[in-house]
């Protein structure tokens, strides 16, 4: 049995398959209920399997939910909305989300909450910052190698671009972008954080057509969202960092 087991690719059930027998037999369990069991662990094995499969494709930098975001601190925002970006419309339309705001307001955070989501739902999604992904790209030597790399962000049903414009862009973030965008476009769903506003995306990428070009295809099927407030991360520091702006350098001492 454990052979034809191994050659049909049925590890869970070489796994547990004796104690299904014991069970049977003490329970006097009917030949199709221990066939179903048998058949339930398998599957269930192999669903676990793949969920965390997509979650290691994914790349998450950490795990957070839709509820673990206070809706308290952003007025301008509202749960009721962002659930919907939990539903599989939002991917299987091929829609997009920017966010927007100063860093430490949870862009990110809202970003990988709908991926996490969308991962449990069994889409394949991929997270990746903006300047690694172009950073990937300019290293790639060939264009079979550029390929490779572009491959599986082109490919995911969410991708999730993170940081846009926190950096100093390279040259060739923009057609990247533009590339990836424009092949997703009606197909594939997207999200992207930034810190500047859809006004100077132009500046970002120094291609004021191309940023156009750019936005036309994002927002044709999306939403923009402009979060705003303090950044969380110097919650209920603020007396500390003002303590230091205080504090005398060694060249006023000497003084």
Known sequence: MEHL?????????????????DRASREGMSYSDFLRGLLEEEVC??????????MRNANFPFEKTLEQFDFKLHPELRRQIFQNYLEEGFVREGRALVMVGAPGLGKSHLGVAIGIKMVQRG???RFITVQRLVNQVISAETAKEKEKVLRPYRRAALLIL?????????PETGPVLYELISERYEKKA????????LTEWGKIIQDNSLASALLDRLMHHGEVYYLKGESYRLKGKEKLLGQQEAKPTDEEEKK
Do not use: H, Q
Request: without cysteine; charged residues 35%; proline residues 4%.
């Open 5 to 21: 087991m191994k050659k049909l690719a049925l590890p869970r059930m070489r796994t547990v398959y004796r104690e299904w027998i």
């Open 45 to 54: 094995a192999r669903e676990e399997s793949r969920l965390r499969n997509l």
């Open 123 to 125: 889409f394949d999604v």
């Open 162 to 170: 993170d940081e846009f414009g926190y950096l100093i862009p390279e």
């Open 190 to 197: 997207t999200i992207i954080t930034s810190n500047k506003s």
